[in-house]
């Protein structure tokens, strides 16, 4: 394990009586975690009260609250260092790695929420979907969806223990976090997991996704309910484990036009928030949204989240306030220096204009390149600037 260099106190101790792969008896083992699994994870107080918590939940705060996607990752050369040693799913499939390096990020920074390590694309696999991690060209999907046919071949996820080591390393790292400090669960959107399932990768103008969505609705509509119902089971385990919120990143929507959006993806992202456990806020996040906010809002969510391309505060006004929103630094302004960093967050800070619900995060996730330090000075600006003396 890495040194933690903690700016909060040392919490960031692994515990040491779970043995999810060290070698205590089987027996032991299974009961422990048996012991664990029954048992959901209740919320405390500490956590029930944090900034980031009453800020879903549109209460004031004292200060706004800020976690950033993706703070865990390459930009950190503690992460680059555990990475020399592990491949991408290995490390997601590895519980106290996982838990590890995201203790590592949310201590480092200092930030107001932790999100667990793992991938959108994880699901995949208990679809019957062959996913690998291939290096310098990112996720690849060898046997991607194109036809009605290939839908009836994908897998219904009834139970999600496939996907236990998420869990377990949810499990690692509520318990290594500091007792107030809210962790995130989260899975990627219907569209956006579609979108990867019929590409096979990455994609720029979704070709293969938007035919198959307009060629054949019925296996459109088969496919995206099932990752749905996938999606439910999944996000409630997380929450059941220790998640606190839980965040759908529909990385791709903003592809869609609205009428597109309405028809084919609504209703399925709809299902998947009406289906999370009640009283756990959902983050419902894309990027290239501009036109598409009410529509999103309309699928449901606590918190929207807001890429950099708009105005947060003309984007929440059409929101309307009685929803919270998250966002919205440009991620590219981190490769700056400090000076714009804070003067950007500043602006974003005036354009919420301490109205309760507003939760700092960048538009889209860390890039890999970034500096450190002005990733921290963003979190430091955020705390700073955001003082507020007797609200909260
Ligand atoms: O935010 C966090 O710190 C939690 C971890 C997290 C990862 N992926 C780790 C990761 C989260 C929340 C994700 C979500 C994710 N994964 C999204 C949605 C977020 C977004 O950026 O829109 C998407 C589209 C994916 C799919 C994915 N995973 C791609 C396209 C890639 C390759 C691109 C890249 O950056 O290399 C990944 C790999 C990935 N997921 C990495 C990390 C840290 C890099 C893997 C590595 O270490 O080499």
């Known amino acids: ?65 800020v976690w950033l996607m993706r703070q865990a990752g390459r930009y950190m050369r503690e992460y680059r260092e555990v990475r020399a040693r592990t491949s991408f799913l290995e490390l997601c499939k590895t519980p106290e790695l996982a838990a590890e390096v995201t203790v590592y ?55 999600i223990s496939s996907l236990g080591y998420v869990n377990d390393a949810i499990r690692l790292t509520r318990r290594a976090l500091r007792p107030g400090l809210p962790l995130i669960g989260f899975a990627g959107a219907p569209f956006t997991l579609a979108s990867y399932i019929i590409e096979g990768g990455s994609s720029k103008n979704y070709i293969q996704t938007k035919t198959l969505m307009y060629t054949d609705a019925g296996a459109w509509h088969q496919m995206m309910s099932l990752i749905s119902r996938a999606l439910g089971r999944y996000l409630n385990a997380q929450i059941a ?48 949204t501009a036109a598409l906010l009410e529509l999103m809002r309309e699928a449901g969510g606590d918190v929207i989240g807001l890429d950099w391309r708009v105005r947060l505060d003309d984007a929440w006004q059409r929101l309307g306030d009685d929803v919270a929103v998250m ?28 109205r309760p619900g507003h939760i700092f995060n960048l538009g889209h996730g860390i890039l890999p390149e970034t500096p450190v330090e002005n990733v921290v000075a963003l979190v430091d600006a955020v705390h700073e600037l955001s003082q507020r003396r007797n609200n909260g």
């Open 1 to 65: 394990m890495f040194q933690t260099n903690s700016r909060e106190g040392s919490h960031g101790t692994m515990p040491h009586d779970e043995s999810i792969a060290d070698g205590q008896s089987a027996t032991a083992t299974d009961t422990a975690k048996l012991l664990v699994e029954t048992a959901a994870f209740s919320t405390s107080p500490e956590l029930h009260d944090s900034p980031f918590m009453r800020a879903c939940r549109r209460e004031p705060v004292p200060f706004t609250p």
């Open 241 to 288: 484990a220790g998640a606190q919120a839980v965040q759908l990143f529909d990385s791709w929507v903003g592809a869609l036009s609205p009428d597109d959006y309405r028809e084919y993806v609504l209703p399925h992202t709809r299902a998947v928030i009406q289906s999370v456990t009640p009283g756990t806020p959902v983050i419902h996040f894309g990027t290239g």
């Open 105 to 159: 990020a949310a201590e480092r920074l200092g930030v107001d929420a932790a999100i667990i390590f793992a991938d959108i694309l994880l699901i995949l696999e208990p679809m019957g979907l062959d996913l690998e991690f291939a290096k310098g060209e990112g996720p690849v999907i060898h046997n991607p969806v194109r036809s009605g046919r290939d839908v009836d071949r994908l897998r219904e996820v009834e139970d």
């Open 327 to 354: 966002g919205n630094f440009d991620s590219v302004a981190l490769f700056s220096n400090v000076e714009v960093v804070r003067a950007q967050a500043r602006r974003i800070l005036e354009y919420a204009g301490n």
